[in-house]
């Protein structure tokens, strides 16, 4: 059985930092990009970032230069670490496994897995 757990998530005040974790088990995923996304009440789901089988990254315009997403294969795990948190950022996070591999997907529909969700809340 395919499992992505999401974790770490939390109260925070603006400008502080959290660094989510997203586990998988039942299958590796070193072939296939990873992505977050996060959706917050009454809005769409929405991409935050992905890293790549070979470890590049693509970040939308909110996260950079605040985000950074890495992987680690040999532990199956993928993080999301989020620094400069504003009141804006507050969502429930989710990580995903894009459903085909060698492919750099930005959409929802692009990804087959996903994780439980993790609440992060910024205070301001």
């Known amino acids: 059985q395919v499992q992505l757990v999401d974790s770490g998530g939390g109260l925070v005040q603006a400008g502080g930092s959290l660094r989510l974790s997203c586990a998988a088990s039942g299958r590796t995923f070193t072939s296939y990009t990873m992505g977050w996304f996060r959706q917050a009440p009454g809005k769409e789901r929405e991409f935050v970032g992905a890293i790549t089988w070979s470890g590049g990254t693509l970040y939308n315009e909110s996260a950079k230069g605040r985000f950074t997403i890495s992987r680690d294969n040999a532990k199956n795990t993928v993080h999301l670490e989020m620094n400069g948190l504003e009141p804006e950022d507050t969502a429930v996070y989710y990580c995903?496994?894009?459903?085909?591999?060698?492919?750099?997907?930005?959409?929802?529909?692009?990804?087959?897995?996903w994780g439980q969700g993790t609440q992060v809340t910024v205070s301001s």
């Open positions: 995903a496994a894009d459903s085909v591999p060698y492919r750099l997907g930005v959409r929802t529909a692009d990804y087959g897995y």
